[in-house]
């Protein structure tokens, strides 16, 4: 019985053995796993992470609307790992100064990439009056891209005797030299520069006149007078369809008649269905044959000869008076 038992006890002593040379395996396996990562491995990882972090940073502030501070601190720690503002890059500036640009960029409440205000730039970039329009995106990891639309000059307008190149809109882009003026129509009068888009809406209903247009005088408030390079001005009416009517009505009459370039001064269609026109009665001026030259009795034939000794018959005032009365006043007449 004792033998039984005796022989009973390395068969457990055995079966216990068994997990013992298990947790040995296990031992070796996990010190067999400790393995030194390649350099080149760490450094992706960081930059990764890095950029992770500018992610978070970014959806934390935009997207999850986190508090300031839990954003700031990941926008810097993103800093700090190689997302900061070292380049600008400028799209679109012709006219306005690129040092300017480059000034307002750069001014950032913090470097880091995730923390730029990029629509607190634009707005500051849209007070140049060239600016029409200005987008800001970031670049990863440290360039700020600027792409600039900028007006188009449309025409120079005079007030307060100062001359401002304005765009179709109105808006004052730069002053202007008197003796380096662009090519363009000048606008006369307080406000007119506000109206330059309603002036261009209506001369493109007559295209023919925009080549002997020189310019154009806000009169009032209310409505336009066309000046054109020939020398005459066109008194329009008020109101943008009589303005456009009139217009239409004088580019018949040009064609029909040839006004422009005729000696005329004037020429007044603020009243609907008539064209008055005007000469100087500057001493030597001479009517254009399109005003009369004399009274319409002028043109009676003369009175047939009287008998000798007959008393001479009640007849018009010599023509020569006439005359010296038609010089003396401004010639106009009603077409």
Known sequence: ??????????????????????????????????????????????????????????AAMLVLRVPQMIGGTLGEAAGEGGFSLKRVEIKGAQHIPQLEVYNIAFDQPSSAMPLIDLEATRQRLLQFGWVKDARVSRRLPDTLVVDIVERKPAAIWQYNSKLSLIDRDGVVLAPVRLEAMPDLPLLIGAGANHQASALSALVETAPQLKPAMSGASWVGGRRWDIRFQSGEVLALPEGDAEASRALARFVKLDQSMQLLGHGFVRIDMRIPGKCILRVSNEPGSSVPSIAPNAPPEAAAPAPAPSAPHAAPPHSAPPAAKRGDDDGAVDATKTI
Do not use: N
């Open 1 to 58: 019985m004792s033998g039984k038992r005796g022989g009973g006890q390395p068969s457990k002593a055995k079966a216990k053995g068994k997990p013992a040379a298990g947790g040995g395996r296990g031992s070796a396996g996990r010190g067999g796993g400790t393995v030194a990562l390649p350099e080149a491995v760490r450094r992706l990882s960081s930059w990764a992470l890095m950029a992770m972090l500018a992610l978070l940073a970014v």
